[in-house]
């Protein structure tokens, strides 16, 4: 028999809660035989959601009731220590007692955050937690680091995210040598600010495949495997290439709209559009896990649907089967 | 008959000159008939690529001889100051001398901004120069700022920025009550990091047309008129979006290789890439403006071929013909 194993889901977290959030999950069993859940949140509205479920399917999820919601412009260390009863701690709860392997919210960003921290806890060797994205590019997968778990960061905090980005790219994307990368204003040695300019220092002498300074241009190429800035920095480019995307496709849906085109120049379009959809859609990146606490916690993008959440969750499963968190441990306390 | 107006141009600056530089430089004069031109560089290499122009544009086009080069990766400061005979400083000191009214490189971005501080002379009511891009978005033309004259900002500079933007917003782009904007890692109040919070205070009282904080996906989809952040910030987001959008070409002309397409479909799909490349292509906006600084200095990309040159000439005889310099230098003294 495969071993099982569970992952508690904050059914009330994000912007198409609890409808599409409890579709993706029901998609997850469906796809993954060894996948239990725990979706925590209001009983009443969420089992209308699970109606469609299969009799296995059904077996393997269980609805923890919870009556608080976490808001998603919530102060978030006020919205994780007071309401004790959210489904998003109550799902952060659940790592920290072992009852789930791992735990994913489509809710507030910074509450993930300091959950992840107060509730799951920080690793020692860790100071601040960073949250990841694997990106698609042209030439690969590249895992950015922070995008958003904190605002602004000390060089320490870079050397750490790269060391953590090193792990997550070797471990569970699978890159023999991941190449390191800085975020910066240039590539050159004298570019940088000083906090970028002293984390390349450490990061030199490292043992970590470091390449120096890639700039903007260089993210969408994927001329590193993992690169590094700070969560201020990060948010705002992720969300940048998300809405010039979206404004893309707009764009060519408008002129599809008004141009004479013969139907078979419109299946073409159709079709290279979703070409390049898939390629780039920065919003279905599927999880972002929070890296540098004591479990497996994975934020999905607040507009999550169905398709993106089971996404994540299968980021999170995949997290967990890989022995994220304890093979990030080891990378720092031998480092 | 008309006022005549001259602009320095850096025939030796950026990856393609002299050649697509002097080539924009007869467009430029085909094009605007008020337009004179003083050349500066190594004529031996420049009169050759000058000599398909009309007896009437060649009247227009001055050759001045400069025996040195500002190169691309060079210490800007140290470049601007050692090379007294580069082609760069002499278009500048162009400026100063009033025998231009206004200067145009495609070089070091760094030296063009120590240029414009230590040689044209920075405006006494500014604390650092910003360079500005006015971005197509799905909405309207954004302006951005800063592009990268800074590295890392204090909140009185990007207060400076928001002021000298709304200028250029108004009286250049012609927008009537421009919206100013801050970028930063959320909209509501309590995001943003130290500076960018600081200099939201002081926005907020200001007399300008402030509509707090923008996010990443504001800036394509147009949200504001003029977007302020830091140097860095404004250098990495810039480059990503032109990296963004080149991946996203070469993906589709990748895939029009390899598919069966019949023509017909080809030829929509063509057009189409080309109305998507006309509107978010941001490595030809076409001119950057080092603004703050007592005169016209105009940057244009490094990489840029003839039609970018033209552009960006043609932004920099707008930016003299509006009176962009005295504009700022007033709203700066009554503010």
Redesign the interface.
């Known amino acids: 028999m495969t071993k099982k194993l569970t992952i508690a889901l904050d059914a009330m977290g994000g912007d198409n809660a609890p409808g599409e959030i409890c579709e993706g999950a029901l998609r997850a069993c469906e796809q993954f035989e060894d996948l239990e859940m725990i979706l925590t949140g209001d009983k009443e509205k969420i089992k209308p959601c699970l109606e469609r479920a299969s009799s296995d399917t059904a077996r393997r999820i269980r609805v923890m009731h919870t009556a608080e919601v976490v808001l998603m412009?919530e102060?978030p260390v006020t919205a994780i220590r007071k309401k004790r009863d959210s489904s998003m701690r109550t799902a952060m709860e659940m790592v920290r007692s072992g009852e789930a392997q791992g735990c994913l919210s489509a809710g507030n960003t910074g509450a993930i955050v300091a959950g992840g921290v107060l509730v799951v806890g920080r690793m020692p060797t860790i100071d601040r937690p960073a949250l990841g994205v694997p990106l698609p590019?042209?030439n690969r997968w590249t895992f950015l680091l922070d995008v958003?778990a904190s605002?602004?960061s000390k060089p320490v905090n870079l050397y750490q995210y790269a060391q953590m980005g090193s792990v997550y790219s070797k471990k569970i994307l699978g890159v023999a040598e991941p190449e390191i990368a800085l975020?910066?204003?240039?590539t050159?040695e004298?570019k940088?600010?000083e906090v970028v300019m002293e984390a390349r220092e450490m990061l030199l002498k490292s043992s970590l495949n470091f390449k120096g300074y890639v700039?903007?241009?260089?993210?969408?190429?994927g001329r590193a495997d993992v690169v590094v800035c700070d969560?201020?920095?990060g948010?705002?480019?992720?969300?940048?290439?998300?809405?010039?995307?979206?404004?893309?496709r707009?764009?060519?849906e408008e002129?599809?709209g008004h141009?004479f085109?013969?139907k078979?120049?419109m299946?073409?379009?159709i079709s290279?559009v979703k070409?390049?959809w898939a390629?780039?859609n920065y919003e279905k990146y599927g999880g972002t896990p929070l890296l540098g606490v004591e479990g497996t916690v994975v934020k999905a993008h607040g507009r999550s649907k169905a398709p993106a959440i089971l996404g994540a969750l299968s980021a999170a499963r995949n997290f967990i089967l890989k022995d994220g968190v304890e093979n990030i441990r080891q990378e720092l306390e031998t480092a």
Chains 1, 2 share one sequence.
């Open positions: 412009n102060q590019t042209i958003g605002v602004r975020l910066s204003n240039g050159e004298i940088g600010d700039e903007g241009d260089d993210v969408p190429w969560g201020f920095m948010n705002v480019i992720l969300k940048f290439g998300e809405g010039l995307m979206q404004g893309a707009s764009i060519v002129e599809m141009r085109m013969p078979v120049g299946l073409f379009m290279m070409t390049l390629r780039f």
